[in-house]
């Protein structure tokens, strides 16, 4: 089958497109034809191999495989004997099962739990967009922030692949939500459901007198102490952005709320988000009461992934990013390759 893939760890140069076996299946497998895979941050790191923690699942001196992408969609080929769920020709979305398994290639090896069908009325680059960033943005808004119906919330970086969802996860949960992004994307955060948008060129939201029930914080472009000041006396703040440090510097971002948390008034939260079944159920059946909506900003054919992943790691996604591997580029109305919003949001 043909895949993109990288022998050794680095910039998205290192991407190559070459035959390689399709993955074997076991008997909780399901062998995937991919149509669409969606791209995502933690997709760069893994290819570069940095910050160092991937590698303690990717490979230490080097990629096992070296496929990337999590994210598929695409129809079921081959079941394991003990899969009771699906069955050839099923449409399908979900993750594979990386590091072993990469979403960038004709073929990929999922677990059975992490699959849900296609809703009819959904392409398949609609569906690749949803797994991680969707579950991403339900755990940090319903499970680590306790969102309840009425509360105040905001999402900083409400524009980028997780902000879009999380848009529109608190507003289905009955928040009044306000959503921080560039002013290039100010229409587009209030179409998906924002009661209030801030344009961060003109105003800084921790500066304001505004306080928050909840923030869900996809950016961490401000300091802790300035962030917690937009927060109400008893507010929840979730932390979900893994760039702009690296090394010590990075472990003490990724740990100092975790461990100043129980010390003061505030809930300080950064969640860990591995999609399963039950929550892309979940998502499923919001896309399918049209509470929820892919956000996508640009698709790619298979050959160009390495420019999906520079376009990702420039920080200017505005939504989702996805590659088309069955030569369909564009069917879903997107824009086209490499055509993305300048100035978006991560």
């Known amino acids: 089958m043909q895949a993109i893939v990288h022998k050794r760890y680095g910039g998205p140069e290192v991407l190559v497109s070459r035959e390689i076996d399709r993955p074997g299946i076991g008997d909780g497998d399901v062998l995937v034809r991919v149509h669409a895979a969606g791209l995502h941050i933690g997709d760069v ?4 191999g940095s910050p160092f923690p991937v590698r303690f699942t990717s490979g230490l001196r080097g990629p096992k495989l070296g496929v990337p992408g999590f994210d598929i969609a695409g129809t079921v080929e081959e079941t394991g004997r003990s899969v009771t769920r ?4 099923d449409e399908v979305f979900g993750c594979c099962s990386w590091p072993s398994s990469g979403a960038c290639a ?11 069908r296609k809703p009819s009325g959904m392409s398949f680059e609609q569906a690749a967009a949803i797994p991680t960033s969707a579950s991403a943005a339900l755990h940090g808004i319903r499970d680590a922030g ?8 905001l999402i900083n970086g409400a524009s980028g692949g997780v902000g879009t969802y999380a848009v529109q996860i608190a507003r289905a949960l009955g928040a009044e939500v306000t959503g921080v992004c560039g002013p290039s994307n100010v229409e587009l955060v209030r179409s998906l459901g924002a009661h209030h948008v801030i344009d961060y060129t003109r105003e800084d939201f921790t500066q304001g007198t505004a306080r928050y029930d909840l923030i869900l914080d996809n950016m961490e472009n401000h300091s802790l102490a300035q962030t917690r000041r937009a927060l ?5 703040l979730v932390l979900m952005s893994g760039t702009g440090a690296s090394g010590v510097a990075l472990l003490i971002r990724l740990i100092r709320p975790v461990v100043l948390s129980p010390f003061v008034k505030h809930n300080l939260r950064r969640p860990y988000s591995n999609p399963n079944r039950k929550d ?16 996508i900003d ?3 054919p298979l050959p160009e992934t390495a420019a999906a992943l520079r376009h990702i790691e420039a920080g200017h996604a505005r939504g989702k990013v996805v590659v088309v591997i069955d030569g369909r580029h564009g069917t879903d109305g997107s824009a086209a390759a490499g055509a993305g919003a300048a100035g978006a949001d991560r």
């Open 106 to 116: 004709e073929y990929a090896r999922a677990d059975e739990n992490k699959l849900v």
């Open 298 to 300: 640009a698709t790619y």
């Open 146 to 153: 306790r969102l309840q119906a009425g509360q105040k919330v």
């Open 280 to 295: 892309l159920e979940v998502l499923t059946s919001m896309v399918e009461d049209r509470a929820l909506r892919p956000v």
């Open 45 to 48: 790191f893994g290819v570069r």
């Open 86 to 89: 699906f069955a050839p020709g």
């Open 232 to 236: 109400a006396p008893d507010g929840t």
